[in-house]
C-alpha cells in the first residue's frame, strides 16, 4: 500500500524523514493521533534491512502508542521515531543533536524518550536541541524497572481475579518467560506474595538470579510453554502466542511485559475462545510510559504510583467488556482507548470553526 493511501486508512497525521549527511543521520518520525495531546513515543535506533522496513516498524510503533497512552488514561496521544544505523557503533553527538532539531521543528507535536537502541546519554544529546524530551538524565526517577514492573503486577492480579474470582497470587504457579530487570522486578512481587515461579531466559545469569533469590524452578527456553502453571507471563520477545504455542500452554491467565505478544489478531480470538485471560500487552505495561511521561509534569514519584496502580482497574474493565460484549479482551482493550479519544474529540466539536 502507498504510504498516503495508508496514512488516510489508519488516520497517521505526520510522517517526517529526518536527514542529516554529516552525522549519517537516516531517521523517521511517525505521529499517528494526538487527540489527547501531544504525541509521545521513543527513538528506536535498529539496523534496518530497509528504508520501507524501518517506516513499517515506526508506522506499527506510532499506533501502539496511541492506543498505550490512550489507555493509560494519560493526555498524550501516539507517535514513535526510529533511526537507522547500528546501535553499537553507529551512534554519535552529532547524530543526536541533529535528530533533535527535527523534534524541535515540529514544535511540541512529538515528544520523544528512550526506546530499544538509544540510551539516557542519547537523550540528553537530544535535549541539547529541543526541550521535547523526557528520559534525560535530569529527570530524577532513576531506574524505572521496578515501576514498570509494579504494574505488571497489579495487571496480573486483576487478570487473576478475573479467571480465579480471587487476586491473591500466593502459591499460584507463575511461569515467568525472559528474566531481564522488569521480569526480575516482577519475579520479586511474586515471591513476596508467596507465589511459585517458573523461570526461563538465554541468560543463564539471570535464570541463576532468579533461582537463587526467589527459589524459582528453571526449565530451558522452549520447556515454558509446556509447565503446569496457573499463570504464562511472556517478558521476552514478542509473538510468542502463536498456533504452536497455544497447543502447549497450560495456563489460565496470560500476563507479561512484553511487546506484542500475539502473533496475530487470530491468536486472541483463539485465547478468548479457549476462556484463557489474556491482559492486553500495551494495557499492563503501560507503567513504563505512565513513568517516563510524568517528567513532563515535574516528576512526582506517588503520582506515578498511583497511575501505575490504576492499571489493575483498567484491565478490570477490559475484562468485563470482553465478558458483557463476547469480545476478545484485545478488542475490549482497543474500544475502551478509542472512546476516550472519541469522546474528547466530541468534547471539542462545539468549538470548532463552523464552515457553513
Not at 515467568?176 to 515471591?191: D, F, S
Request: hydrophobic share 35%.
Amino acid at each position: 500500500m502507498e504510504l498516503f493511501a495508508r496514512m488516510d486508512q489508519e488516520e497517521f497525521e505526520q510522517v517526517v524523514y529526518c536527514y542529516d549527511k554529516g552525522s549519517n543521520l537516516k531517521g523517521i518520525i511517525v505521529i499517528h493521533d494526538t487527540t489527547l495531546g501531544p504525541a509521545l513515543g521513543g527513538t528506536r535506533m535498529w539496523n534496518y534491512t530497509s528504508e520501507s522496513e524501518a517506516l513499517e516498524d515506526a508506522l506499527r510503533l506510532a499506533k501502539g502508542m496511541t492506543y498505550k497512552n490512550a489507555a493509560a488514561g494519560l493526555n498524550l496521544g501516539g507517535g514513535k521515531a526510529v533511526i537507522i544505523g547500528d546501535p553499537r557503533k553507529d551512534k554519535s553527538e552529532a547524530m543526536f543533536r541533529a535528530f533533535g532539531r527535527y523534534v524541535e521543528s515540529l514544535n511540541g507535536r512529538y515528544i520523544t524518550a528512550e526506546d530499544v537502541g538509544t540510551s539516557e546519554q542519547d537523550m540528553d544529546y537530544i535535549h541539547m536541541e529541543t526541550n521535547h524530551v523526557t528520559g534525560t538524565s535530569s529527570g530524577g526517577f532513576g531506574d524505572p524497572s521496578p515501576i514498570t514492573a509494579l504494574g505488571i503486577y497489579r495487571g496480573m492480579k486483576a487478570a487473576a481475579k478475573f479467571a480465579f474470582d480471587s487476586d491473591d497470587l500466593s502459591n499460584k504457579t507463575v511461569a515467568v518467560q525472559g528474566v531481564g530487570q522488569v521480569a526480575y522486578e516482577l519475579c520479586r512481587y511474586l515471591h513476596e506474595e508467596g507465589a511459585n515461579l517458573i523461570v526461563t531466559d538465554i541468560n543463564e545469569q539471570a535464570v541463576a538470579r532468579a533461582v537463587n533469590n526467589f527459589g524459582a524452578k528453571s526449565v530451558a527456553p522452549d520447556e515454558i510453554y509446556d509447565v503446569d502453571c496457573d499463570i504464562y507471563a511472556p517478558c521476552a520477545l514478542g509473538g510468542t502466542i502463536n498456533d504452536s504455542t497455544l497447543l502447549r500452554l497450560k495456563a489460565k491467565v496470560i500476563a507479561g511485559s512484553a511487546n506484542n505478544q500475539l502473533q496475530e489478531d487470530k491468536h486472541g480470538d483463539i485465547l478468548h475462545e479457549k476462556g484463557i485471560v489474556y491482559a492486553p500487552d500495551y494495557v499492563i505495561n503501560s507503567g513504563g510510559v505512565i513513568n517516563v511521561a510524568d517528567e513532563l509534569d515535574g516528576y512526582d514519584k506517588n503520582r506515578v504510583l498511583s497511575k501505575v496502580d490504576n492499571i489493575y482497574h483498567v484491565l478490570s474493565s477490559v475484562f468485563e467488556m470482553s465478558k458483557e460484549k463476547n469480545i476478545p479482551t484485545y478488542q475490549a482493550a482497543d474500544k475502551i482507548a478509542e472512546q476516550r479519544m472519541q469522546a474528547i474529540r466530541n468534547a471539542r466539536q462545539q468549538f470548532l470553526p463552523n464552515d457553513k
